[in-house]
Nanobody, 113 residues
Framework: VQLQASGGGSVQAGGSLRLSCRVS???????????KAWYRQVPGQVRELVAE???????NYAESVKGRFTLSKDNTKRSTYLQMTSLKPEDTAVYYC?????WGQGTLVTVSS
């Protein structure tokens, strides 16, 4: 299984970005059943969960992003998407997608004030 994350970049506070994560090397039924998630990490800090969608479709968000970030998926494309709006400087981090026990390579999001 391989994960390819993309969509990071630099924006000003209040802006938006959309992250994508494509999973390859898995079949549809496995993609559907496993939890898919986005995490983020600031250098020197612990990697934290941003949002996840479980196999039964439940979506959970970190309190800090509720109402601003939206996680979605496209099973046919084996992809997840993290739509981030009203971005704040404290959202600056490297964002990683996760599928089961596999991780993507990380994509940097920088939000300037």
């Amino acid at each position: 299984v391989q994960l390819q994350a993309s969509g990071g970049g630099s924006v000003q506070a209040g802006g938006s970005l959309r992250l994508s994560c494509r999973v390859s090397g898995t079949i549809l039924s496995v993609f559907w059943s496993k939890t898919k998630a986005w995490y983020r990490q600031v250098p020197g800090q612990v990697r934290e969960l941003v949002a996840e969608i479980t196999g039964d479709g439940a979506i959970n968000y970190a309190e800090s992003v509720k109402g601003r970030f939206t996680l979605s998926k496209d099973n046919t494309k084996r992809s997840t998407y993290l739509q981030m709006t009203s971005l704040k400087p404290e959202d600056t981090a490297v964002y990683y997608c996760r599928f089961g026990l596999s991780w993507g390579q990380g994509t940097l999001v920088t939000v300037s004030s």
